[in-house]
Each structure stands twice: as C-alpha cells, then as structure tokens.
C-alpha cells in the first residue's frame, strides 16, 4: 500500500509463485451438500493513511471527500475448516513491524512507525497452528505477519501476483527477499478456474464449495478476494478491492494505491454483484468492517 516512487523495472519477488492444483469440485447443485466454514475477522492493527491511496478522490462521486489523514485497520480473517483447518486471509501483523523492517530503509520504517498493534500474528498461532495463508495481495501492510508465520506454511497468491516492475518494487526487494526467503510460495492455476456467480475466474479452494477464492486484478496484477459458506450466510472478504465501507456502497474504487483503476472497478462491480445475489452476504472490506 505504498506510494508510487519512481519507475525502475525491478519485481517484487525473483520467482513469484507458481501455479499449483487444488482438489477437483464437487457439483454444485445441492447446497445441501456444500461444507460450510466459520470465519473470524480480526483487527491486527490501527493506522493511518492517506484517504486519497484508500478513495479515488478524482472521481465524481468522492467531491464530498476530503484529503487527509484516514483512521483504518489491518485486519487478518481466521477460515475455520473442519476438514482442512485454520486458514488465513492475509498475514496479519507482527508485533514489532517497525523494527522488523528497519533493514529496508529509513522510508519503510517510517511509514510503518505510527501502527498500533493490537493482536499480533504470534498471538494468533497461540490458538493453533495455521495450514495456509492466502494473500489477497503482496502490499507490505498485508505480509507483515510473515515473519510470525512457521516457514513451510504454504502462501498463496493470485497469477501474476508480485511480477509488476516498479520503482517502489526496487526499493522493497530487500526487505521482500528476507519476508518470503525458505517460505512456500504458490499461486492459482488459470487454467483450473471456474466461473462463480458473476465472477469469471475463480477457484473452490477445497473442492467443498466452502470457499472461493475470486480473481479481482487491478488493486496489483495478481489480487484476490475470498468468500466464504457460513451457517449464518456468506461473508465476501474484498481485499483492496475496496479498502472502505464508502468506496463499497457508493462504487468508487480506491485511489493512489490502486494500478490499474479500470481493471479495479471491473473487479469491483463483479464483487458487488455477487454480494447482491444473497442479502445474508456479509462483506468485510479491505481495511475496515
């Protein structure tokens, strides 16, 4: 979650993840049949960002928003499986990200420096251990829990996530080589996507229909959001589709910290289609609920 710097051609990772297969569907025409999970969302930390990297204030719709500092969390969701285990949505955040990051340079570690961590990582692995990680996306406020995490716990990302070439990338390839250095990284096979709902290119993560994970470029090349079968309804975690409740309910995709804003607000309105097939949907947004 950045801001943009300078443009050099330099990625993030030296080999992003390759793809890897998941276990083949079941049919989806009995809900009975479908496995439902139970999903926790967990404010790690406290921070503030720019409004104009969380909201695309150029767009019309934003003329009643105003630049400035905007109080936000960073959340991890918990994904209990009764099959699979303990899955997490993004890494949390580990006690210390401002130390932890020293090695990337005075800018890293100042725009980290004001965090307020409320429940680390290590905290989380105190209930048990984690059998996955899926990363909605690489911005360094969502991998910042790496380092709490085992080294063989497997992380996955959407394709292509990780490959964009950017000045910023240069800067952080340091710190990014030490977060993923031993780690297990993955990500979706295209090639074994489905449609869901109104989102071309998905993957049914357990072959259970219990959860989905949804392509959603355009935040970064490779982001994801998550959705889940609950006993209580489906809860849609959009990732940085949509950093805010506003953005969400008046279909304004972020700002600064977006790529690629057209690919964004495409995503965006797939999410927002999906969330309006079932009223039970619970949709937790990128960095607040």
Same mark, same amino acid.
């Given at each position: ?180 250095? %031993?780690?297990?990284?993955? $990500?979706?096979? /295209? ?5 869901? *709902? @109104? +989102?071309?290119?998905?993957? &049914? ?12 470029? %355009?935040?970064?090349?490779? $982001?994801?959001? /998550? ?5 209580? *309804? @489906? +809860?849609?975690?959009?990732? &940085? ?20 804003? /057209? ?27």
């Amino acid at each position: 979650m950045l801001f943009p710097l300078f443009s050099l051609a330099c990625t993030l990772v030296r080999a992003p993840g390759l793809p890897q297969a998941l276990p083949e569907s079941q049919p989806q025409n009995d809900d009975a049949l479908m496995q439902t999970v139970s999903v926790r969302s967990i404010t790690a930390a406290n921070w503030a960002v720019p409004l104009e990297g969380l909201v695309d204030l150029t767009d019309p719709a934003a003329a009643e928003l105003e630049e400035g500092p905007y109080e936000m969390e960073v959340l991890v969701h918990v994904i209990e499986h009764p099959v699979h285990g303990r899955w997490l949505v993004d890494s949390g955040v580990s006690q210390e990200p401002g130390e932890r990051v020293a090695d990337a340079g005075v800018l890293l570690g100042g725009f980290l420096k004001d965090m307020e961590v409320l429940t680390s990582t290590a905290e989380l692995l105190e209930e048990g251990s984690v059998a996955g990680v899926l990363l909605t996306h690489m911005h360094v406020d969502h991998v910042l829990g790496l380092q709490d995490l085992p080294l063989d716990t497997p992380l996955w990302t959407g394709p292509g996530e990780g490959s964009t070439r950017s000045g910023q990338n240069l800067l952080l390839r340091p710190w990014y080589s030490q977060a993923f250095s %031993g780690r297990s990284l993955q $990500s979706f096979d /295209v090639g074994q996507a489905q449609s869901f *709902g @109104p +989102v071309p290119v998905a993957w &049914d993560l357990f072959g259970d229909g219990s959860v989905w994970v949804l392509s959603t470029p %355009g935040h970064t090349a490779g $982001s994801i959001a /998550v959705w889940a079968r609950t006993e209580q *309804g @489906p +809860v849609l975690m959009t990732g &940085d589709t949509s950093h805010t409740r506003w953005g969400w309910e008046h279909d304004v995709t972020p700002g600064t910290y977006t790529e690629d804003h /057209v690919d964004n607000a495409e995503a965006l309105a797939q999410l927002r289609a999906l969330a309006a097939l079932d009223p039970a949907t619970q949709v937790v947004f990128g960095h607040e609920r």
